[in-house]
């Protein structure tokens, strides 16, 4: 079965950096499109970052542009968010997203990053 599980979640300081990683199995992880989703409470989950099964190709919310980068290693099944100069509301849980069209939609649980002084 499908399974995406996070990674590297914490309490940091604003300005401090955090690597989440997302471990995928059950699935050909080259063949899909993978993305980090946050929910902030009382928000609306929201696309961080996205990484395309075909060329690579990255995509990034306004909010995190210049600040995070996304990576995939398709020979460890593993997807990567680096987010350096965090700032407080940068603070969610981040989830890992795998995606194949209508029929192929999965999440992870989610890790939870908080960035506080």
């Known amino acids: 079965q499908v399974q995406l599980v996070e990674s590297g979640g914490g309490l940091v300081q604003p300005g401090e950096s955090l690597r989440l990683s997302c471990a995928a199995s059950?699935?050909?992880?080259?063949?899909?499109?993978m993305s980090w989703y946050r929910q902030a409470p009382g928000k609306e989950r929201e696309l961080v970052a996205s990484a395309s099964s075909i060329g690579g190709r990255t995509n990034y919310g306004d909010s995190v542009k210049g600040r995070f980068t996304i990576s995939r290693d398709n020979a460890k099944n593993t997807v990567y968010l680096q987010m350096n100069r965090l700032k407080p509301e940068d603070t969610a849980v981040y989830y890992c997203?795998?995606?194949?069209?209508?029929?192929?939609?999965?999440w992870g649980q989610g890790t939870q990053v908080t960035v506080s002084s």
């Open positions: 059950g699935f050909t992880f080259s063949s899909y499109d």
């Open positions: 997203n795998a995606w194949g069209g209508a029929i192929f939609d999965y």
